[in-house]
């Protein structure tokens, strides 16, 4: 039996990888911050099945500034695969808590590696990477050998870690591959992300609970898939014989106003009656394009998207309306914005 450990288990990827893991028969391990709150329930489901399947799932204690917890984790578990997935991963937060941000989306990055090269596991090493290390972009559309040029705090830490797994392979031989992930998105995606708060907005809004959302830049335009299908793409990386690093994306651009006329239209409501401009959602540097070229991803990974925008789109505006019809139960206080 395989065995992986994924940091970042209990985030939207984190969720959607252990489930795959799990259905191809693995151990899987998460690490998970301690929090005065529960913060688990992307993995209750995978819980809930466990007297089926066997117990095959088990979350560890441990934080990406503490690099000691991270050797002794290696050492007593020596993991056939590691998934780095954890960050502190809001682009517009990061401009807040800059400082944060690199030490954990960064410098975390290389704390794990050290304690692979530390603890002289064999372990195969997949590091998260995004689209926001493109930035203000040198070409359309962005490819593995596009030049980098961030524009936030999380867009430069991305790309230090980025480099850092590049230069632990060529250094010391690790099996680590990058995978530049662009734009995902699913009901399970956090709802402080401009697309999950479009569609819980789109829900509440029918159900009479909300009258307004505020956005920022409605004009950015993104390259959009479905989660479930992108961490696929993770695992097939880790599969190969040679490591190495990969964008993957649609090929396809939308704007959020096209994410926002989708999502409303999809119950029957006209998003211009509802959507604000706020400033205060404007980042300090604006990434206005990104458009992924995945053609590496298909030739060698045989990866590529299925799920389109507009179903996308659909799909997490049905996960919320349903979401919210569950909890209608019961009293809802009427939500404000």
Known sequence: MKKALITGITGQDGSYLAELLLSKGYEVHGIIRRASTFNTERLDHLYQDSHIHGVRLFLHYGDLSDSVNLVKLLYDLKPDEIYHLAAQSHVRVSFDIPEYTADITGVGTIRILEAIRETGVQSRFYQASSSEMFGLVAEVPQKETT?????????????????????????????????????????????????????RAVAYIKAGLQDKLFLGNLDAKRDWGYAKEYVEAMWLMLQQEQP??????????????????????????????????????????????????????????????????????????????????????????????
């Open 147 to 199: 030049p980098f040029h961030p524009r936030s705090p999380y867009g430069c830490a991305k790309v230090f870690s980025y480099w850092t797994t590049i230069n632990y392979r060529e250094s010391y031989g690790l099996h680590a591959s990058n995978g530049i992930l662009f734009n995902h998105e699913s009901p399970r995606r956090g709802e402080t992300f401009v697309t999950r708060k479009i569609t």
């Open 244 to 337: 190495g690093d990969y964008v993957i994306a649609t090929g396809e651009t939308h704007t959020i106003r096209e994410f926002c006329e989708i999502a409303f239209g999809h119950v029957g409501l006209d998003w211009q009656k509802y959507v604000s401009f706020d400033k205060r959602y404007l980042r300090p540097a604006e990434v206005e394009l990104l458009i992924g070229d995945a053609s590496k991803a298909k030739r060698i990974l045989g990866w590529e998207a299925k799920t389109k925008f507009k179903q996308l789109t659909e799909l997490m505006v049905d996960a919320d309306v349903q979401l919210l019809a569950d909890k209608l139960g019961g009293k809802v206080a009427k939500v404000t914005t």
